[in-house]
């Protein structure tokens, strides 16, 4: 089972950036960034496909967020930019083999301990 450990997160004004950083024990085909705000359901973020190195965004955070990996550190980054206070969340790296990388969180096995982004107006 691989291990993903999450770190970064912070408090941020709007229009400021976070890089998130997940250090995973091993890669899966695929690996992305859910959140889950209060009171809502978990979405997924950005998901990246480990070996072509594909990319794929949620419509809402398109041009704003990346999605990125460092094979050699073994860490998988989100570097979120512009950002607004609907960003903010509890923020989850997940890994798992769902064959087009989708992001959907049940695809995903392992996931992390969540790390907390907050942006204030």
């Known amino acids: 089972q691989v291990q993903l450990v999450e770190s970064g997160g912070g408090s941020v004004q709007a229009g400021g950036s976070l890089r998130l950083s997940c250090v995973t024990s091993?890669?899966?085909?695929?690996m992305a960034w859910f959140r889950q705000a209060p009171g809502k359901e978990r979405e997924g973020v950005a998901a990246?496909?480990?070996?072509?190195?594909?990319?794929s965004y949620a419509d809402s955070v398109k041009g704003r967020f990346t999605i990125s990996q460092d094979n050699a550190k073994k860490t998988l980054y989100l570097q979120m930019n512009s950002l607004k206070p609907e960003d903010t969340a509890v923020y989850y790296c997940?890994?798992?083999?769902?064959?087009?990388?989708?992001?959907?969180?049940?695809?995903?096995?392992?996931w992390g301990q969540g790390t907390q982004v907050t942006v204030s107006s």
């Open positions: 997940a890994a798992g083999t769902p064959t087009t990388c989708t992001m959907v969180g049940n695809y995903y096995s392992a």
């Open positions: 091993g890669y899966t085909r695929c």
């Open positions: 990246l496909h480990t070996r072509a190195g594909s990319t």
